[in-house]
């Protein structure tokens, strides 16, 4: 029975490392998903506004508005608008991720939004 204890607390200390590892990489595997998600929204909102008014500057104004303010400072904006009615508006949001987890701080991700629009009169 005792060498069945110290088996098991060997086990425990083999596998908790790796347990603990891919819970930290789950989470982080979420808190992409989310910045991305919060992104993509940005973008339709910059867009839109992008779509109805001429200057640029308020798109990415609305971008940065729609985006929560640890976010809205790490993000580059671009907006391609265009003046004739009809033609496509662009605004795309991109950031380097750089995750939060101490294990995965080495890898860092290009996260992309594009939304696209018709200018409207």
Known sequence: MRDEKG???VEAVLVLPIILLVLVAVAEL???A???LEMEAAAREGV???ATHPD???AAQAVRGALSPGLADRVRVEVIAATVVGASVEVKVSMRYRPA???LDRFVLG???RAV???EG
Do not use: E
Request: glycine share 0%; proline share 8%.
């Open 117 to 119: 629009m018709q200018r």
């Open 56 to 58: 640029p500057s308020r």
């Open 34 to 36: 989310v910045t991305r």
């Open 30 to 32: 979420f808190l992409i």
């Open 48 to 50: 839109r506004v992008a």
């Open 101 to 103: 987890s101490p294990f």
């Open 7 to 9: 088996s098991l607390a």
């Open 111 to 113: 996260l992309n939004s």
